[in-house]
Each structure stands twice: as structure tokens, then as C-alpha cells.
């Protein structure tokens, strides 16, 4: 059974940063793609990154935030500096069939 358990948000201020952790847990983690969405009021749900054999970011976070892994903690990382109001929401990783319950992030101007 695949789980995986965010963690790292918070309040920060814009122009702050903050990283995120998905620990992931019952797959075989090296070969697994794994996404960062973001869900917030205004927009629902918008991809934010991914990670596989290759990285793909969201056109309005690229350049500021980065995806990586570690594969001897199977878990995936975001690092997000530049932080902005908008960058608001509950962030939560993915697989193709299973999420995470996320983590908060509350950017404030």
C-alpha cells in the first residue's frame, strides 16, 4: 500500500522560504514519478513539479522553486524561496494513484 506523508509548512513572510518533505512509503521509490500540486480556494488544484527521470516545474515557480529526491530516505523535497502570496495553498505530493494529505503553506504579504 503506497503512503506518503507531507510535511514542512508553515507561515512565512513573502520573499521567505520553506522546504517540503514527502516521505513515501509500500512502492518501489527509485523508479517512481513523484508531483507536488497545490490546492488552494482560487485556483483548486494546479501542478507544481514533478520528478522522474526527468524535473517539470510550473512556468510561475521555475527558477524559484527546485524538486529532488533522496533515495536512501525515500523521500522527495521542495525547496521554495521567493515565496509569494499566491504561492498560498495545501501542498501535497502524488503518485499516479495515490496522495498525500499535505502540508500548509500560508504565504503572508
Known amino acids: 500500500q503506497v503512503q506518503l506523508v507531507e510535511s514542512g509548512g508553515g507561515l512565512v513572510q513573502a520573499g521567505g522560504s520553506l522546504r517540503l518533505s514527502c516521505r513515501v512509503s509500500?512502492?518501489?521509490?527509485?523508479?517512481?514519478?513523484i508531483s507536488w500540486y497545490r490546492q488552494s480556494p482560487l485556483k483548486q488544484r494546479e501542478f507544481i513539479a514533478r520528478?522522474?527521470?526527468?524535473?517539470t516545474y510550473l512556468p510561475s515557480v521555475e527558477g524559484r522553486f527546485t524538486i529532488s529526491r533522496d533515495n536512501t530516505k525515500k523521500t522527495v523535497y521542495l525547496q521554495m524561496n521567493s515565496l509569494r502570496p499566491e504561492d498560498t495553498g495545501l501542498y501535497y505530493c502524488?503518485?499516479?494513484?495515490?496522495r498525500g494529505q499535505g502540508t500548509q503553506v500560508t504565504v503572508s504579504s
Open positions: 502524488s503518485t499516479l494513484s495515490t
Open positions: 509500500g512502492t518501489d521509490f527509485k523508479s517512481a514519478g
Open positions: 520528478i522522474g527521470s526527468t524535473k
